[in-house]
């Protein structure tokens, strides 16, 4: 079984910085793919930002220049630095791994999982 574990979410006023973070733990053989949305209630979850395992990222169009994501895969855990924060960027922020699983039986599988989930509120 594999879970992740948010942290790092909170309130902050407009122009702040927080940084999020994503540790996964359980029998995960290899991280694909890491990634970063979010969801305001009543709207669809959106992509924030991606790392892939060769380090390529994308972003968002209204978060770039503002958002950097970055991996540590001896951690298993992502993180996601948010600078010059603005309030339409309050949402829950949600982490998503995409990895390769040892099962008990020594197979090996692709599945992905999703964090609990962090609030982000920016407002003064």
């Known amino acids: 079984q594999v879970q992740l574990v948010e942290s790092g979410g909170g309130l902050v006023q407009p122009g702040g910085s927080l940084r999020l973070s994503c540790a996964a733990s359980g029998s995960i053989f290899t991280i694909l793919r890491m990634g970063w949305y979010r969801q305001d209630p009543g709207k669809q979850r959106e992509l924030v930002a991606a790392?892939?395992?060769?380090?390529?990222?994308n972003y968002a169009d209204s978060v770039k220049d503002r958002f950097t994501i970055s991996g540590d895969n001896s951690k298993n855990t992502v993180y996601l630095q948010m600078n010059s924060l603005k309030p339409e960027d309050t949402a829950t922020y949600y982490c998503?791994?995409?990895?390769?699983?040892?099962?008990?039986?020594?197979?090996?599988?692709?599945?992905?999982?999703w964090g609990q989930g962090t609030q982000v509120t920016v407002s003064s």
């Open positions: 790392i892939s395992s060769d380090g390529r990222t």
């Open positions: 998503k791994m995409s990895l390769i699983v040892r099962g008990t039986n020594n197979e090996y599988n692709e599945y992905y999982y």
